[in-house]
T-cell receptor, first 113, second 115 residues
């Protein structure tokens, strides 16, 4: 079991460019989450999928951020027109259900220059 | 809103000494909060250290323990004798018993254990 796999581990984008972050949850897990970690805000919940369906995106910035889960083996977080304030570590996590232990990936460090 | 406050790091402790990392929470929108300690070792992802879902109960793992105190809204992490391998960042977190996905995390406490 390789755990939750996130790629790339580091990404540098220019201001205004698009960034796509990838997550491969643990096989068989039906719940997938995205979190963002910054020094100022700490770890913040972004969005949650259950069986690939979006359930709760209350933490997602309304503009420029979108998340998808086209199949059970991967999810993507897309940020359009990236801004310096989007620089953060983005964490993906998965679990069997929303009520069971959550396993986190190592994160993708996004730097917008 | 819901929030978690924990000991500000970094915390430096000598090997074999005792450790306490304080955690207090405010759960204004969660009727029956679940409490967690997560740990991130260098180069690794966040991993669950221990959890307690019932007030008054104690959780333990790898020599660490924490008691869910509803009266003082606290969930302090303690260890009697730390080792160098315990050096990591520790996060206290609050969850909802209807679905723990929407954690509220503390800021994290970096622990360095020196020989």
């Amino acid at each position: 079991n390789a755990g939750v796999i996130q790629t790339p581990r580091h990404k540098v984008t220019g201001k205004g460019q698009e960034a796509t972050l990838w997550c491969e949850p643990i096989s068989g897990h039906s719940a997938v989450f995205w979190y963002r970690q910054t020094i100022v805000q700490g770890l913040e919940f972004l969005t949650y999928f259950r069986n690939q369906a979006p359930i709760d995106d209350s933490g997602m910035p309304k503009e420029r951020f979108s998340a998808q889960m086209p199949n059970q083996s991967h999810s993507t977080l897309k940020i359009q027109s990236t801004q310096p304030q989007d620089s953060a570590v983005y964490l993906c996590a998965s679990s069997w259900t929303a009520n069971t232990e959550v396993f986190f990936g190592k994160g993708t460090r996004l730097t917008v220059v | 809103g819901d929030s978690v406050t924990q000991t500000e790091g970094p915390v430096t402790v000598s090997e074999s000494e005792s450790l306490i990392i304080n955690c207090t929470y405010s759960a204004t929108s969660i009727a029956y909060p679940n409490l967690f300690w997560y740990v991130r070792y260098p180069g690794e992802g966040l991993q669950l250290l221990l959890k307690v879902i019932t007030a008054g109960q104690k959780g333990s793992s790898r020599g660490f323990e924490a008691t869910y105190n509803k009266e003082t809204t606290s969930f302090h992490l303690q260890k009697a004798s730390v080792q160098e391998s315990d050096s990591a960042v520790y996060y206290c977190a609050l969850g909802d018993n209807t679905g723990n996905y929407k954690y509220v995390f503390g800021a994290g406490t970096r622990l360095k254990v020196i020989a």
